[in-house]
């Protein structure tokens, strides 16, 4: 008897699923898409209704012919990827290849089609979708599709233009343009923020019975009164030291604070990053194997949460019966509301989907730890935890406030204290949610406060006058981006991990102590695509697109309008930047700065690998123009404040939260985690917390500022204190001649790309002489060759011919490049005879101490 066939997108939920429905279903996995637009041409036909061209993604040809293979002999045919739009594209997808080649049929060959749905891998769940079939949903497609040929021509034709006018390699995203958007405007805002001293002014207080508190001065006779300078501070103090302090009210009372929602997709991710320190990546790909499938031993595999891409807080009935009767027994009736507590979603929440909890809250995490890796365990807890709480009452505080008066003459100075309490844990007995930082709940449990009654004379221990500035807002971290793009409606969270993996990877943003910092081609690529495109990537339109997706899933638009008005749009912005797009690449801007080497002006042009200083004398029709160029030194910011206390501590590893460690390789220091070789992260110092900088005695040519040792992009530097005033860079000189062009001196330079070390001349790229040894002024007794190269071995220190018959065979050594004769005209001439290749193996150890070598 033919068994039907069921296709799932993973290995790993084929095999959860094919333990619960039994011998007679074969099911199979399609490893994602199979189809996809094709990566040689744009795929879309703008001139013709946006009809689409979908090709079979290579290296998924073979995975075809075997779905093929077993579709002709299956009984049916169950479509089951994931409940939303991307699983509803690829269930079409897979439709259309097994089924005929008209779209909406029902039968391929006589063989039944069907599409499932569950919100949860368990046996319960996937026998009640098998019971329940139902037909591709081509709303849901559409939606998807227009997502995915928004993105296609928004990338296709916008790409090519930042590779014209910048590099090549960049790229335009939809809505990952708009992301960076917001970090750029936002380290912009923080450059652009003036600071503003003011001062608070404490009162240390006794009633006479412990605890003594702090009261924080407010006013003079019931006016607010601010205290901008040290100077004003003075006088409030010197006015307070006779004066007599007494309670002027006592106001006591009940404060609840509610159970948070159980998780939707946004504040999985932003809590898995604060409590955890994940990257969303990272909390998503463990989410993804726990509602997939995860073996616990004699049970086999088992799904543990639900579908992790929801923003929905509704809760099945079942579930909320299972935990409320978990509560009442593990934690006591004294916890457990009359009722269910009930979430209200948001206004655009696609309600389909559950909110992420448990598939069965029984399984307490300690009961399934041994099972877990680490970090599922950790993932599990989470989500387990926070539906736990979500069906709990509120916790219960006492809240005191106290104004006190502190009486001068006939002036009265204004001080207040609030204090809280626990009074009841509730819902905290499980779970408290994270925030971005603390708040007035979090200083007023700080308070301890004795009995205090209004009229209660109080005896004055010190006065504490303390200077403060205001704050420019902090820069973002993955979890507040992820809340900022949602609040906005920018995107959907199920897309964020993607979107913040690309800046990086594109390397628009770098990540310093956890905080989002654009790179100065981030903010070149930003500038140029919001001056030519101001529709395309305002937040506002890119949220308002979303809300139009949101339509097209529930039928109530049609794709291919949506596309027009938006298509209208991008065209008028798309011929603007072809016709007016600055070619970054051409950038020639004067500066104040002069060349080292000639004293002519230095201009700041653009290169492969950013800005740099050039020389306004150079002329490429001049072989004898000043060739002097050097690098633009490019400050990582100075994190101050709340940045700087982050980059200080211990910092954690984004994909497994231990610690990272600082190591040495053959390239230099780096970052490691210290869960290898379980946890493989490394990272380079540029990518991360910023090195500080270190003073040195040493002082400026240009300015006579001190100079300082840096960390830059491509290792240490020596530059002036004074930047960006100075922009002096000291080279590393090593005190020998060019021994190819007689002229420039040899300096220690650092290769960008593996970051090892080499020795070139001064007067690149006139002279391209290079040596991967260091060149030594010292003569070779036996070959005459002007300088030898100083090689450290694990034997120890030698000093080498270059024309030893092993050193001449390097060719870092001599990286010249062979140039092909040129084609005399008229007639052929006999080949020039080449010199004779000089051999010399002098050699001789200078030291006799082993080097490390790596």
Known sequence: ????????????????????????????????????????????????????????????????????????????????????????????????????????????????????????????????????????????????????????????????????????????????????????????????????????????????????????????????????NGEESQKITSA??????????????????????????????????????????????????????????????????????????????????????????????????????????????????????????????????????????????????????????????????????????????????????????????????????????????????????????????????????????????????????????????????????????????QKLGGKFVPTEIGLVVTDLLIKNFPEIFDPAYTAKLEEELDEIEEGKEKWTDAMSEFYKRFEKNLKYAQKHMENVKRMEKPTDEKCERCGSPLVLKWGKFGSFFACSAYDKEDPNSCTFTKENVIDLPDLENADVQETTQEEYCENCGRVMVLKRGRFGQFMACTGYPDCKTTRRLDQGKKVPDVPLEETCPQCGRNMVLRHGRYGEFVSCSGYPECKYVKQNFIGVKCPQCKDGELVEKKARRRGNIFYGCSNYPKCDFTSAYKPVAEQCPECGSPYLLEKNLKAGTFLVCPNNKKTASDEDDQPKRKKKPAKAKGKTEAPAQEAPVVKCDFSKQVSKEPVAVA
């Open 240 to 509: 307070l030291g006779q004066a007599q302090w007494a309670v002027r009210s006592v106001e006591r009372r009940e404060r609840r604070r509610s159970a948070t929602p159980p998780f939707t997709t946004s504040k999985f991710q932003q809590d898995a990053s604060r409590k955890l320190r994940f990257s969303v990546k990272r909390a998503m790909m463990i989410a993804q194997r726990l509602y997939e499938g995860v073996e616990l031993g004699d049970e086999g595999s088992v799904g543990l949460i639900t579908y992790m891409r929801t923003d929905s807080t509704r809760i099945a009935p079942e579930a909320i019966d299972e935990v409320r009767e978990l509560i009442g027994s593990n934690f006591g009736t004294q916890y457990l509301p009359e009722t269910p507590n009930v979430y209200k979603s948001k206004k655009e929440a696609q309600d389909a989907h559950e909110a992420i909890r448990p598939t069965s809250v029984t399984r307490h995490p300690d009961s399934v730890k041994q099972y877990l890796q680490e970090d599922e365990f950790k993932i599990y807890k989470l989500v387990w935890q926070r539906f736990v709480a979500s069906q709990m009452l509120p916790a219960v505080f006492d809240q005191t406030t106290v104004d006190i008066d502190a009486s001068v003459d006939s002036r009265k100075y204004n001080f207040r204290v609030t204090g809280s309490v626990l009074k009841f844990d509730g819902f905290l007995k499980v779970y408290e949610e994270s925030k971005e930082g603390k708040d007035e709940e979090d200083e007023a449990l700080k308070h301890k406060l004795p009995p205090l009654e209004e009229g209660q004379k109080l005896t004055l221990k010190e006065l504490k006058p303390e200077q403060h500035f205001t704050e420019p807002p902090p820069r973002y971290n993955e979890a507040s981006l992820v809340k900022e793009l949602e609040e906005r409606g920018i995107g959907r969270p199920s897309t964020y991990a993607a979107i913040l993996s690309t800046i990086q990877e594109r390397q628009y943003v």
């Open 1 to 228: 008897m033919s068994k039907a066939l069921v296709i799932v997108e993973s290995p790993g939920k084929a095999k959860t699923i094919n333990k619960y429905l039994g011998k007679d279903f074969d099911v199979d996995f399609s490893l994602g898409h199979v189809k996809d637009l094709p990566k040689n041409k744009i795929g879309v036909d703008l001139d013709n209704d946006f009809e689409t061209e979908y090709v079979v993604i290579p290296g998924k040809e073979k995975v075809l012919i075997n779905l093929r293979k077993k579709a002709k002999t299956a009984s049916a045919i169950y479509l089951a990827p994931d409940p939303d739009r991307e699983g509803e594209a690829i269930a079409a997808h897979l439709y259309e290849e097994l089924g005929e080649a008209t779209p909406k049929k029902k039968r391929a060959g006589g063989v039944p089609i069907h599409r499932v749905t569950f919100n949860e891998i368990t046996s319960k769940a996937v026998k009640a979708a098998f019971e329940h079939p139902r037909e591709i949903d081509w709303n849901l497609v559409d939606a998807q599709q227009t997502r995915r040929v928004l993105d296609r021509i928004v990338g296709y034709q916008i790409s090519p233009l930042l590779w014209d006018k910048v590099r090549r390699g960049l790229s335009a995203g939809r809505v990952q343009t708009v992301a960076l958007r917001l970090i750029v405007e936002r380290e912009r805002e923080i450059k652009a923020f003036e600071k503003k001293e003011y001062w608070t002014i404490d009162a240390h207080l006794s009633s006479g019975k412990p605890p003594a508190f702090d009261g924080r001065f407010l006013g003079i006779d019931g006016e607010k009164i601010e205290v901008p």
